[in-house]
Structures are given as C-alpha cells and as structure tokens.
C-alpha cells in the first residue's frame, strides 16, 4: 500500500464565505489602524515627556 | 506506521468529528456599538471638562492621551457590560439589536475585546499620566462591570442609584490627570453627576417599564410602581439643582455658570413636578430629553467660562476652600 493510501481524506476545514473574509479583513485593517495611532501617540507622549516618560514617583 | 498515517493522526482535531468554532462575522461597527459611543462620548466630555477646571494643566498631546485613555476604558466597561447583559439585552426591544444579543458577535469575543481594552487603558494611563487617575479609571470600570452590571441592576431598584457613581467619577478622573490629586471641585463635578443620574434613568424606565419587566430588572418603576418611581425623581430633581450650582456657590464657577446652573435645576424641578402631577409618557420624555441637555449645558459652561477666563466673576461668597 503507498503511503497516499494510508492518508485518510482531510476535511477541508473552516471555508469562509465571501461576506466573511470581507469582514476579517476590515476587521485587520481596522486592527492595524488602531495599533499604528498608539504608536504615535506613545511616541508623541514620549517626546513631549522627554526620556524620563517613564520615571515619576507613585 | 507509516509517515502519513502518523500524520494523519496528528491532524486529527482537525477532522470533521470536531466541532468547528463558527467563523465571526462581527463586522467593525460591531465592535464600535460594544463600546456604547454615546455614553462614551458623554464620559469623554465630563472627564475633558474635569481637566479643564483643575488648577493645573496637562500638555496637550498629554491631555489627548488621557481622553484617549479615559474613552476606551469607558469603551471596555460598555463592552462588558454588553457581554454580561445579553440575556437581558435580548429581550429588550432598545438593546434586543446590540452585537451579542443579534449574535454578530460572539459572547467570548466582548469579553476578551473589553478585558484586553480595560488593561491596555488603565496600564498606559498609568504610565504615561499618573496611578491615581489610572486606579480611579480601574475602580470606575470594576464598578460599572461589576458592582452594577453583575450585582446591582438584577438585584436591587436602587441599581442606578448606585451604579451612578460609575457615571459619575470620569470628571474626577480628569481632574485626577491633571493635577495628580482629588480637588473638592472635583468632587462637587462627581456629585452633580451623581444626583443627576436618577431623574435620568428612572424617566427612561417610565416609558420602558414593560420591557424591564419582562427582562425581569428590577427597575424602580417595576417594584415600586410609576408613582413611587415620579416621587423619587422629584426629589432628587429638587437635591441636583442646588448641588449643581455648588461649584457657583463655592467660588469655582462664574456667574454664567451659576446662572445656567439656577435655570437648569430650577428646569428639572419644573419638569419634575410637571411628571409628577399628570403622569404621561410624553413628560417622561420630555425630562429625558432635557436631563441630557441639563448635563451638557451645564459642563460646557464651566468648559467656556474655563476657556474665556471668567471663572472667578461674580463669587457670591468669595472662595470658600483655597
């Protein structure tokens, strides 16, 4: 027997429908917006705190 | 075994025996309605107008931060909230369209969205501002989540009486940012808040009380009866109105706000009785309607009176705490 014999059929899995890989994707890109205005927004706050942004009494 | 039998069995959760998670179909503006955008913006508002009045001031990229902070920490407790409140939200025709009672989004992904929200607000706002308006920002979220959400609301008519004081802290949270401290103008922000609260949800569960009835919240109207609920809000229609020209009173607001503060109570009061005296939807409605603008009005006074310099005009008794 070959070894594709031995090999049970693999279900194809989670298919998304077109509706859904639209949304995921605005779901990413969303995502990625977010994150890249909080990048620039710590870099900002950094700036303006200058390089003790993080050292300050409790 | 062969090699491909040995990785076929490897495989094996991903057979068609096991239950596959549904893929989301939460779209973007699911996840925007999660953070209940209008009371955001009401919490955005409050706590910008509680930096403003602090006696010291944040750089303003600093002060964007803060807001920002402030927002998606209010966002995350709207989110929790939702993800709690399904089963309620559901059988209420207002919310029976929010992401998870429609099923757009999944109850595991709100809670993960406002757990990992409440954690990076609190976190950078503590890093980058201060701890004490990042523990406030912490407490307020807990007490939103939790204190009202889980305990109060199914349990008590008192819920939003409460769970006011959730509403209540974001200009204290402001003023918190600004200065590092807790000012008694702050607290007097908080208050105003605070009493305002009742006479605002109890007139929307007047006109809702059926639906709170059948979702099975105990609602002051659902307990205690329209009347009872007409009474309470006269009363504290009657304690907001002195409590909200306190900040006049004291000598941190100007005249335009004690003016403004003087109509507006003397408005809710009117309102009020009005309810009181020929109960209808339409006057539960209409002090609704007004309670927000009462709210507004009566903030973006301290903000313009801020902005314009005229604060320290026309103290009745001077100022009373330095």
């Not at chain 1, 994707?25 to 870099?43: M, W």
């Not at chain 2, 990785?7 to 699911?30: F, H, K, Q, T």
């Not at chain 2, 009672?101 to 950078?124: C, D, H, K, W």
């Not at chain 2, 009380?209 to 809000?233: D, F, H, K, W």
Request: hydrophobic share 55%.
């Amino acid at each position: 027997m070959s070894l594709v014999m031995d090999q049970e059929p693999i279900e194809p899995g989670i298919v998304l429908t077109e509706e859904q890989k639209r949304r995921r994707r605005a779901r990413s890109i969303a995502i990625a917006l977010a994150l890249g205005v909080f990048v620039a927004l710590v870099y900002a706050v950094t700036l303006v705190k200058g390089p003790g942004v993080l050292i300050r009494p409790l | 075994m062969s090699l491909a039998s040995e990785s076929a069995e490897l495989a094996s959760p991903l057979r068609g025996d096991v239950a596959y998670a549904e893929p989301s179909m939460a779209g973007v503006g699911d996840y925007l309605a999660l953070l209940k955008p209008r009371v955001m913006s009401l919490v955005v508002f409050t706590a910008l107008v509680g930096m403003a009045v602090a006696p010291d001031h944040l750089h303003p990229v600093l002060t964007l931060f803060a807001l920002i902070c402030i927002a998606v920490g209010a966002g995350a407790a709207g989110a929790l909230n939702m993800w709690y409140d399904a089963d309620i939200d559901a059988m209420m025709t207002r919310t029976a369209t929010r992401p998870v009672p429609s099923g757009r989004v999944r109850p595991g992904e709100a809670l993960a969205f406002g757990i990992v929200l409440a954690g990076f607000a609190v976190t950078f706002l503590g890093l980058m501002i201060n701890w004490l308006a990042a523990g406030l920002l912490a407490f307020t979220i807990f007490f939103y989540a939790v204190v009202y959400t889980m305990w109060l609301k199914r349990w008590t008519p008192q819920n939003i009486v409460i769970g006011g004081a959730a509403g209540a802290f974001p200009p204290m949270i402001g003023w918190a940012a600004a200065t590092g401290g807790i000012g008694l103008e702050s607290i007097l922000l908080f208050l105003t808040v605070f009493f305002w609260t009742p006479p605002h949800f109890w007139a929307l569960s007047l006109y809702s009380v059926e639906e709170y009835r059948r979702a099975g919240v105990p609602m002051l109207p659902v307990v205690a009866g329209p009347e009872e609920t007409r009474r309470q809000i006269l009363i504290y229609s009657v304690l907001l109105a002195p409590i909200g020209a306190l900040p006049w009173l004291l000598g941190y607001a100007g005249i335009a706000y004690g003016l403004t503060a003087v109509a507006g109570g003397l408005l809710m009061i009117a309102l009020s009785w009005q309810l009181h005296r020929s109960p209808d939807k339409s006057a539960a409605k209409r002090l609704f309607g007004v309670s927000i603008l009462y709210l507004f009005v009566l903030f973006a006074a301290l903000l313009v009176e801020r902005a314009a310099g005229l604060q320290q005009t026309g103290l009745p008794f001077g100022r009373v705490f330095s």
